[in-house]
């Protein structure tokens, strides 16, 4: 049997720190971890050095695996030994080399460099594959539609960098049109500015938790580039992954998927993946460093596609009829929906292959898939549902926007139900739970 | 395979030890600690003192010239001419000492039937900055600074013709949020921990002073203490509103005018009691406020051994009975006791499942909160 390999790696982020080891062994690999620790429990303490050994001690309890020798990691290249590892990735934008021993010998790889890695990898991997980074310091968007560096850096944050949003230039206004309840201007600001003095604080009610989705959206209408999720070729769906605490950390696929719809407002066809683990950088230091190594790892463990989204597009009405779509699974029976404007329609899958018979009003289109005033009555296409189903989001685009009022929440309240938001709390313990 | 003893000695080690349960630890405020106080002359000049000696709070330790400003002036623009008639028309010339109602310039027109003056409306020393432009300037006459040193202690530095260090012992109240330069007044109590601070309590008995108390400071409040001299505001908090509509840059090294300090954070926010008390105890002394260190130092009268200063850990972990703030609504700024910290995760109403402790805020209110939006309060006596 293939002896196994083990790497350890370590992403310091502006406001958490994660600790991974990977096991890789004939062609599969286990990942063990995060640890994750407050960054500021290294940059604050004077006992940095023994905070990071006991990091490794968790992993170690995670993965059954001694790392640590007399407080130092055991780097070792022969396979058969059952302490230490192959290799240690440290990936951070700032210098701990003063704080941290290890680091003194092993060195660090910059965060920037990583991400830039493991994006390409994605680029390659899926047709027109764009990202989006959620951190507490910024907002970053990788795509082949942002020129020759692929990424757009904003400075947006629900972390240390929340304030940014409460510049003269934005409205708080926006932000609250996408509470589903009351909430005074004044009490808004103040909740967003607190979280850049508490960054490591979490959104443990459904208030915050509402709040914080609320942010996220405007974030990414404000801050998304000009190109991103640009046009694709005529058949083509677009990948879209996520990563960063802000999405990694979600408890709610399905409130996740909302906010993409809201704040993105994707035409055609997008598949969403996740990085539940927040593993994706420290994917890319494997990529910069152990090539080979990443070949044996099946990234779809840890980027999942959670969901697909169909977007309609042209300007829809309420309750406007617009169509039916014609649902085959590969049941005897195809399921008929009939689409009204202003709705969010979900249906629940598993990864499974279906078909979908578009029957639209010719004013209609599907970006990349039929054309407004396109005579084809019928546009039959077939997806790969997310492994919590697919989405047909039949509100339009451009997205007429909830208003801050009593209609504007019944209408929150409305795109909630249809993704099961409300009720996600009882379902939210199993890691494959429905939204 | 590793024997599982290597494993059990993480495991068995106390629970409460164990990296989920690290929180940031803050003092609020400490009494009797030691701290080093800079004392700086506005600008250069002659320091009074040694390393080694003993200060009195009233013993001068410092002297200099300070212009207290400057004003800038457009002679072309005053007398309506043109630059290659200015210098025929200067009366004083730059670097010359001018009194309030001395005429700097002049020009006549019409065989001096007509004439525009410029009247120097300040004493001060006259400087023509640019005879193309004619900005001229005057600046202030200097008045003579005398630097105390407002604190009993030792001077450990001598910064020669800037800056004197001295140890001292101090009370120190701590704050999360603060705004603009180090200045010091006399601490005045203005409103209890649960008041809004009301500007109409403000009058000019308050200039040079710093006044403390309530549980927020209003933009009001602040431009009206601004007004009348007062130098710098304590509170539990402030606005964000307020905030960004004084400090636009939101940069809190930018400098309105006073020196502001929130105890607890944005919003209305009540400042602790025992902060409170501490501050009621100190009112009407000498005190130095320093938003950029984010602290408030109130030099004791009396100073007893000279101890060293301590490193103080900023990271604890948590345990039952420790006090503790919390860091988020619906309870931001507010103190309790740990009653239990919870051995495994606690799964919340937004789905979210984190290391969690009981905290009791009130005889009548218990609640159950992340580990992560706790700080645990060690006050240093």
């Given at each position: 049997?293939?002896t196994a390999h083990y790497y350890l790696l370590v992403?310091?982020?502006?406001?958490?720190?994660?600790f991974f080891l990977i096991e890789?062994q004939?062609?599969?690999?286990k990942l063990f971890g995060p640890v994750?620790i407050?960054?500021?429990?290294?940059?604050?303490?004077?006992?940095?050095n023994l905070i990071f050994i006991k990091a490794i001690r968790e992993l170690e309890l995670l993965s059954q695996r001694k790392i640590l020798s007399n407080g130092i990691v055991v780097i070792s290249?022969d396979c058969s030994k059952t302490t230490g590892v192959q290799?240690a990735?440290?990936?951070?934008?700032?210098?701990?080399?003063?704080?941290?021993d290890l680091?003194?010998?092993?060195?660090?790889?910059?965060?920037?460099?990583?991400?830039?890695?493991?994006?390409?990898?994605?680029?390659?991997?899926?047709?027109?594959?764009?990202?989006?980074?959620?951190?507490?310091?910024?907002?970053?968007?990788?795509?082949?539609?942002?020129?020759?560096?692929?990424?757009?850096?904003?400075?947006?944050?629900?972390?240390?960098?929340?304030?940014?949003?409460?510049?003269?230039?934005?409205?708080?206004?926006?932000?609250?049109?996408?509470?589903?309840?009351?909430?005074?201007?004044?009490?808004?600001?103040?909740?967003?500015?607190?979280?850049?003095?508490?960054?490591?604080?979490?959104?443990?009610?459904?208030?915050?938790?509402?709040?914080?989705?609320?942010?996220?959206?405007?974030?990414?209408?404000?801050?998304?580039?000009?190109?991103?999720?640009?046009?694709?070729?005529?058949?083509?769906?677009?990948?879209?992954?996520?990563?960063?605490?802000?999405?990694?950390?979600?408890?709610?696929?399905?409130?996740?998927?909302?906010?993409?719809?809201?704040?993105?407002?994707?035409?055609?066809?997008?598949?969403?993946?996740?990085?539940?683990?927040?593993?994706?950088?420290?994917?890319?230091?494997?990529?910069?460093?152990?090539?080979?190594?990443?070949?044996?790892?099946?990234?779809?463990?840890?980027?999942?596609?959670?969901?697909?989204?169909?977007?309609?597009?042209?300007?829809?009405?309420?309750?406007?009829?617009?169509?039916?779509?014609?649902?085959?699974?590969?049941?005897?029976?195809?399921?008929?929906?009939?689409?009204?404007?202003?709705?969010?329609?979900?249906?629940?899958?598993?990864?499974?292959?279906?078909?979908?018979?578009?029957?639209?009003?010719?004013?209609?289109?599907?970006?990349?898939?039929?054309?407004?005033?396109?005579?084809?009555?019928?546009?039959?296409?077939?997806?790969?549902?997310?492994?919590?189903?697919?989405?047909?989001?039949?509100?339009?685009?451009?997205?007429?926007?909830?208003?801050?009022?009593?209609?504007?929440?019944?209408?929150?309240?409305?795109?909630?139900?249809?993704?099961?938001?409300?009720?996600?709390?009882?379902?939210?313990?199993?890691?494959?739970?429905?939204? | 395979m590793p024997t599982t003893a290597h494993f059990e000695k993480t495991k068995k080690e106390q629970p409460e030890q164990r990296l989920h349960?690290?929180?940031?630890?803050?003092?609020?405020?400490?009494?009797?600690?030691?701290?080093?106080?800079?004392?700086?002359?506005?600008?250069?000049?002659?320091?009074?003192?040694?390393?080694?000696?003993?200060?009195?709070?009233?013993?001068?330790?410092?002297?200099?010239?300070?212009?207290?400003?400057?004003?800038?002036?457009?002679?072309?623009?005053?007398?309506?001419?043109?630059?290659?008639?200015?210098?025929?028309?200067?009366?004083?010339?730059?670097?010359?000492?001018?009194?309030?109602?001395?005429?700097?310039?002049?020009?006549?027109?019409?065989?001096?039937?007509?004439?525009?003056?410029?009247?120097?409306?300040?004493?001060?020393?006259?400087?023509?900055?640019?005879?193309?432009?004619?900005?001229?300037?005057?600046?202030?006459?200097?008045?003579?600074?005398?630097?105390?040193?407002?604190?009993?202690?030792?001077?450990?530095?001598?910064?020669?013709?800037?800056?004197?260090?001295?140890?001292?012992?101090?009370?120190?109240?701590?704050?999360?949020?603060?705004?603009?330069?180090?200045?010091?007044?006399?601490?005045?109590?203005?409103?209890?921990?649960?008041?809004?601070?009301?500007?109409?309590?403000?009058?000019?008995?308050?200039?040079?002073?710093?006044?403390?108390?309530?549980?927020?400071?209003?933009?009001?409040?602040?431009?009206?203490?601004?007004?009348?001299?007062?130098?710098?505001?304590?509170?539990?908090?402030?606005?964000?509103?307020?905030?960004?509509?004084?400090?636009?840059?939101?940069?809190?090294?930018?400098?309105?005018?006073?020196?502001?300090?929130?105890?607890?954070?944005?919003?209305?926010?009540?400042?602790?009691?025992?902060?409170?008390?501490?501050?009621?105890?100190?009112?009407?002394?000498?005190?130095?406020?320093?938003?950029?260190?984010?602290?408030?130092?109130?030099?004791?009268?009396?100073?007893?051994?000279?101890?060293?200063?301590?490193?103080?850990?900023?990271?604890?972990?948590?345990?039952?009975?420790?006090?503790?703030?919390?860091?988020?609504?619906?309870?931001?700024?507010?103190?309790?006791?740990?009653?239990?910290?919870?051995?495994?995760?606690?799964?919340?109403?937004?789905?979210?499942?984190?290391?969690?402790?009981?905290?009791?805020?009130?005889?009548?209110?218990?609640?159950?909160?992340?580990?992560?939006?706790?700080?645990?309060?060690?006050?240093?006596?």
């Amino acid at each position: 049997m293939e002896t196994a390999h083990y790497y350890l790696l370590v992403d310091f982020g502006k406001t958490l720190s994660h600790f991974f080891l990977i096991e890789i062994q004939s062609q599969e690999s286990k990942l063990f971890g995060p640890v994750e620790i407050p960054s500021l429990f290294f940059t604050e303490s004077t006992q940095s050095n023994l905070i990071f050994i006991k990091a490794i001690r968790e992993l170690e309890l995670l993965s059954q695996r001694k790392i640590l020798s007399n407080g130092i990691v055991v780097i070792s290249a022969d396979c058969s030994k059952t302490t230490g590892v192959q290799q240690a990735f440290f990936i951070s934008n700032e210098d701990y080399r003063d704080k941290i021993d290890l680091f003194k010998a092993v060195g660090t790889l910059r965060t920037d460099d990583v991400q830039k890695a493991a994006y390409q990898h994605f680029n390659q991997l899926h047709n027109s594959c764009s990202l989006i980074d959620a951190g507490s310091g910024a907002l970053r968007f990788y795509s082949p539609g942002l020129g020759n560096k692929q990424t757009v850096s904003t400075p947006f944050g629900t972390g240390n960098s929340a304030l940014y949003l409460l510049r003269e230039e934005y409205s708080p206004e926006d932000i609250l049109r996408w509470l589903p309840f009351e909430m005074e201007i004044i009490n808004l600001e103040n909740y967003i500015a607190n979280k850049s003095l508490f960054s490591q604080t979490i959104p443990y009610t459904e208030r915050d938790i509402a709040i914080e989705g609320a942010m996220m959206r405007e974030m990414l209408r404000i801050g998304k580039p000009e190109g991103f999720l640009g046009e694709t070729n005529e058949g083509e769906n677009k990948t879209l992954i996520l990563t960063g605490g802000s999405f990694s950390k979600s408890p709610s696929l399905g409130r996740t998927g909302l906010i993409l719809l809201d704040g993105l407002e994707p035409e055609g066809i997008c598949e969403f993946l996740i990085d539940k683990k927040q593993f994706f950088n420290c994917f890319g230091g494997l990529l910069t460093s152990q090539i080979s190594v990443v070949q044996q790892i099946d990234s779809q463990n840890y980027f999942v596609h959670f969901l697909t989204a169909i977007s309609i597009s042209g300007k829809i009405s309420e309750n406007e009829p617009l169509g039916s779509v014609f649902i085959n699974s590969g049941f005897e029976e195809v399921q008929e929906i009939r689409l009204k404007g202003g709705e969010i329609f979900y249906i629940p899958g598993n990864g499974q292959t279906i078909e979908c018979d578009f029957r639209l009003n010719q004013k209609l289109s599907i970006k990349g898939i039929k054309e407004a005033d396109s005579k084809v009555e019928s546009t039959k296409i077939k997806i790969t549902t997310g492994s919590q189903g697919f989405v047909i989001d039949a509100r339009g685009r451009p997205l007429i926007q909830p208003r801050p009022s009593m209609e504007g929440r019944k209408l929150l309240k409305k795109w909630n139900d249809a993704l099961n938001i409300t009720t996600f709390i009882e379902d939210s313990h199993a890691d494959n739970s429905s939204f | 395979m590793p024997t599982t003893a290597h494993f059990e000695k993480t495991k068995k080690e106390q629970p409460e030890q164990r990296l989920h349960y690290l929180v940031p630890s803050i003092i609020g405020f400490s009494h009797n600690v030691t701290k080093t106080i800079i004392r700086k002359l506005p600008q250069k000049g002659k320091i009074l003192v040694g390393e080694g000696d003993i200060t009195e709070p009233s013993a001068i330790i410092g002297v200099s010239q300070v212009s207290p400003g400057f004003r800038v002036f457009n002679l072309l623009e005053i007398l309506d001419i043109s630059a290659d008639k200015l210098s025929a028309c200067l009366i004083k010339s730059s670097g010359s000492k001018v009194f309030k109602g001395d005429v700097i310039a002049e020009e006549k027109k019409y065989f001096g039937i007509v004439s525009r003056q410029f009247i120097s409306p300040i004493d001060g020393i006259f400087e023509l900055l640019n005879p193309n432009t004619g900005q001229a300037m005057i600046r202030f006459m200097p008045v003579s600074f005398r630097l105390a040193a407002g604190v009993h202690g030792e001077v450990i530095k001598v910064v020669q013709e800037k800056e004197v260090h001295i140890r001292t012992k101090v009370d120190l109240v701590e704050g999360v949020l603060g705004s603009g330069i180090e200045r010091e007044g006399i601490l005045r109590i203005i409103a209890t921990p649960r008041e809004v601070i009301s500007f109409i309590n403000l009058d000019k008995s308050f200039m040079g002073t710093v006044i403390a108390g309530g549980s927020l400071m209003s933009k009001e409040v602040i431009q009206k203490a601004l007004a009348l001299g007062v130098r710098g505001i304590i509170s539990g908090g402030i606005n964000i509103r307020d905030y960004k509509s004084l400090v636009s840059s939101l940069n809190p090294l930018e400098d309105v005018g006073l020196s502001l300090l929130a105890t607890e954070g944005y919003g209305l926010s009540e400042m602790p009691q025992d902060v409170f008390t501490l501050l009621e105890k100190n009112d009407n002394c000498f005190v130095i406020i320093n938003p950029q260190a984010k602290e408030l130092i109130i030099p004791l009268l009396e100073t007893k051994d000279r101890a060293k200063e301590s490193e103080r850990e900023k990271l604890c972990y948590l345990k039952k009975g420790m006090q503790v703030r919390l860091l988020s609504f619906p309870y931001l700024g507010r103190e309790g006791i740990v009653i239990e910290v919870k051995k495994e995760p606690v799964y919340f109403s937004s789905g979210i499942e984190a290391a969690a402790a009981l905290v009791e805020i009130s005889k009548e209110t218990q609640t159950v909160i992340p580990i992560r939006n706790l700080e645990v309060i060690s006050r240093l006596t």
